[in-house]
């Protein structure tokens, strides 16, 4: 079962008639006055929570008894060349699930510029996201979220230096690759790992990759959908941090 999650602001106990979380407890787990549910604060404890009262307008009056703290979320940075607003928001959510640490988004020199635009990063639907998979994987924390113009800004940044462990950096290309992301070796090691746009790379960008550091690494002989080369490249940098 999902953990139904609550902001900080929301501990008053209330949700609305309409309020998805509302919907969900009612329509979709059958709960009733007196009921239990899983539950927890965005980025705070989870544990149980409970409805107290179903009132006439349909809102729920509960009270939360939390005392789990967050998962620990695993130390991988994924950066994500701009697709589709609506690649980008099931990306952010099955990273979100899978544990991902932080989640950065760039334009790609082959992508679509009109990509970048998207309201979902300025209407609350990338966040929306986040959420929604920490809460099918039954976490309270989230992701970090930054967003970059350009790889080239991304690479002059190097966001990922604010983590106490060094990184290993890698880029998820099967243009002339330099080996394969399944053989990496984390061990000690936080990783970082690029995936491009629908089009791929230029190769001004492999050539701004290899200049920074990183290993240009196959995920296999297909070509892949960047929504599914994340969650493939996902897989495989948790596979090895599991053996840490």
């Known amino acids: 079962m999902n953990l139904i999650l609550f902001e900080e602001h929301e501990k008053n106990g209330l949700l609305p008639k309409n309020d998805a979380r509302a919907v969900h407890l009612i329509k979709i787990l059958r709960k009733k006055e007196g009921s239990e549910f899983e539950a927890g604060i ?13 009132n006439h307008d349909g809102s729920i009056n509960f009270s939360l008894d939390l005392m789990q703290p967050p998962l620990q ?3 991988v940075r994924m950066a994500v060349g701009f697709s589709r607003p609506i690649q ?22 082959l992508g679509e510029k009109s990509y970048r635009k998207t309201n979902l990063l300025n209407d609350g639907g990338a966040r929306t996201a986040l959420i929604e998979g920490a809460s099918q994987s039954r976490d309270t924390s989230l992701p970090e979220l930054a967003v970059f113009y350009s790889l080239k800004e991304w690479l002059e940044r190097k966001p990922w230096e604010k983590s106490p462990q060094p990184a290993i950096l890698a880029a998820a290309d099967n243009v002339r690759p330099n080996g394969a992301l399944a053989e990496i070796k984390c061990e000690g090691h936080s990783l970082v790992i690029a995936v491009g746009s629908e089009r791929g790379w ?37 596979t090895q941090q599991s053996k840490i």
């Not at 965005?42 to 179903?54: C, F, N, T, V």
């Not at 980008?88 to 020199?109: C, K, M, V």
């Not at 920074?212 to 080369?229: D, I, Q, V």
């Open 42 to 54: 965005i980025g705070g404890m989870s544990g149980k929570g409970k409805i107290e009262k179903i």
């Open 73 to 75: 979320r695993l130390p």
């Open 88 to 109: 980008i928001r099931r990306i952010l959510r099955d990273l979100s699930s899978l544990g991902i640490s932080a989640i950065d988004l760039f334009g790609t020199e």
């Open 202 to 238: 230029s190769d001004n960008e492999r050539s701004l990759l290899e200049s920074a550091g990183f290993l240009r690494l196959s995920l296999g002989t297909r070509s892949l959908r960047t929504e599914t080369a994340c969650i493939a490249a996902a897989v495989l940098a948790l």
